[in-house]
């Protein structure tokens, strides 16, 4: 099934969590990085946006843009009202057979009052590229914790370029990709803990760790979208 496959492909990277304390929390900085030199001239390849609307009523709000050419994409993600200073996954999210949307409250199946991961991939699909700072940006560091931006001041300012598939480059340019950050607290302690139970992609991390909190869909437009 789609929904196992992505649970497995998720949870590769969990071990990674664990291993960089997650659950006690760490400070750090916005994140900003590059594999490749700058895509091209201004204007050139296909540049897409997508409007970053709260999930789990975290009040997360931002913008992403993406300029694809060929295989090689750029990426800026900004948003605020994060968790200040813990680490916030974020990945690009897309399936042939999902909605090619974000998830909303009827999506939660099991009626726990909150969207998990999973309950989410109908809509926007299986991660199909990380989101890190550096190093590897595949669905196998999904999780990588170390390697994800930290929300200074509850906000994240991330830049990065590299190369994906062809198929997920196809994906962003019709507009059928979606971007995807996670992390919450929903105790409001200023970390993640078990205070709404266990992750569902790994029973040992805490769902405030994994649960969706933004989402936005993105789409060629003909100017960049300002932060809500």
């Known amino acids: 099934m789609q929904l196992t496959h992505q649970k497995k492909q998720v949870a590769a990277g969990v071990l990674m969590l664990a291993s960089a304390g997650l659950v006690a929390g760490t400070a750090g900085t916005s994140a900003s990085a590059a594999d490749d030199q700058s895509i091209g001239l201004p204007g050139s390849g296909t540049q897409t946006h997508a409007r970053l609307d709260s999930l789990n009523n975290s009040g997360v709000r931002g913008k992403a843009t993406v300029t694809v050419q060929g295989r090689k994409v750029e990426v800026s993600v900004d948003a605020r009202h994060l968790v200040k200073g813990m680490p916030h996954a ?4 897309f399936s042939a057979k999902s909605e090619h949307e974000c998830p909303t409250v009827r999506d939660d199946k099991n009626s726990d009052h909150r969207l998990n991961t999973v309950e989410g991939i109908p809509s926007y699909g299986a991660v199909r590229a990380s989101l890190t700072t550096r190093g590897d940006h595949s669905p196998k560091s999904a999780l990588a914790v170390n390697r994800f931006p930290k929300a200074k001041d509850h906000q994240i300012h991330y830049d ?8 997920l480059a196809r994906a ?5 990709a979606a971007v995807v950050i996670h992390g919450i607290d929903y105790n409001q302690n200023g970390k993640y803990d078990f205070s709404a ?6 029973p040992s991390l805490p769902a405030e760790a994994t649960d969706p ?3 936005g869909v993105l789409h060629e ?3 960049p979208l300002s932060t809500p």
């Open 90 to 93: 974020m990945h690009f999210h």
């Open 160 to 167: 990065r370029t590299f190369r994906v598939s062809k198929k």
């Open 172 to 176: 962003i340019e019709r507009g059928d």
């Open 197 to 202: 139970g266990k992750s569902d992609l790994d």
């Open 213 to 215: 909190v933004a989402c």
């Open 221 to 223: 437009s003909s100017g």
